[in-house]
Every structure is written in structure tokens, then in C-alpha cells.
């Protein structure tokens, strides 16, 4: 009932910068959102979490990218965003946000329901 879509991605030398995006929509209707959190996926390498953002502003990164990341949020826009600077050929990998969100749809709630978008992919040559 609700989709999360990425967009954002590419190819960036080491160094560079990119900004990804992540909307949240309908046809659901989104009541509130917990948190909104980027993870990420490099070949042959588990998930792990890059970056979230709770709703009371607490803020937590992975120690590979503190200092370099920056989440960000958007409540009108039901957006969240990744600012990733100083990128690193480690840093490649497939991103992907997830939110955890209570919408209703056709009259009926789902509360703390959590979503995942379909990935963008980061590439950083060196």
C-alpha cells in the first residue's frame, strides 16, 4: 500500500560526493513514520546498517562512514535523504532505505509495518 523509491545513485570517483533520496507514497495513506534508516549491501557481504534517523532526531551511524554521511529528513515530504561525501571505493554497494510507518489503506491501519525500498546502486572507482 505504500512504496519507498530511491533515487540518487551512480558512478563517482573517490573523493566525490553523491545524495540519495528516498520518498515514501501511497495509495496508502501514511499516518506516521518510526524511523527512517539507510542500509546497504556490497557483493558477497551481509546488509548492515549505514545510517538512521528515530523520530525524537536520534541519530546513529556506522563507524565506516561517520563524519562522511549525513542523513537527513524531510516530515512534509515523507523523504529521507543520505549525504555521502568523501566516498571511498568501500563504499560501493547496492543502498537501500527501509521506514518503519502505520498507514491505512482502504479504511484499514497497519501500524509499525516495516518497508524497504528496491535499492540504488553506488559505484566509487578509485
Known amino acids: 500500500q505504500v512504496q519507498l523509491v530511491e533515487s540518487g545513485g551512480g558512478l563517482v570517483q573517490a573523493g566525490g560526493s553523491l545524495r540519495l533520496s528516498c520518498a515514501a507514497s501511497?495509495?496508502?495513506?501514511?499516518?506516521?513514520?518510526?524511523?527512517m534508516d539507510w542500509y546497504r549491501q556490497a557483493p558477497g557481504m551481509q546488509r548492515e546498517l549505514v545510517a538512521g534517523?528515530?523520530?525524537?532526531?536520534?541519530?546513529k551511524y556506522s563507524d565506516s562512514v561517520k563524519g562522511r554521511f549525513t542523513i537527513s529528513r524531510d516530515n512534509a515530504k515523507n523523504t529521507v535523504y543520505l549525504q555521502m561525501d568523501s566516498l571511498k571505493p568501500d563504499d560501493t554497494a547496492v543502498y537501500y532505505c527501509?521506514?518503519?510507518?502505520?498507514?491505512?489503506?482502504?479504511?484499514?491501519?497497519?501500524?509499525?509495518?516495516?518497508?524497504w525500498g528496491q535499492g540504488t546502486q553506488v559505484t566509487v572507482s578509485s
Open positions: 534517523l528515530n523520530n525524537d532526531g536520534t541519530i
Open positions: 527501509t521506514a518503519q510507518m502505520t498507514t491505512v489503506y482502504n479504511d484499514v491501519p497497519e501500524r509499525d509495518v516495516d518497508y
Open positions: 501511497g495509495p496508502g495513506t501514511i499516518i506516521g513514520i518510526n524511523h
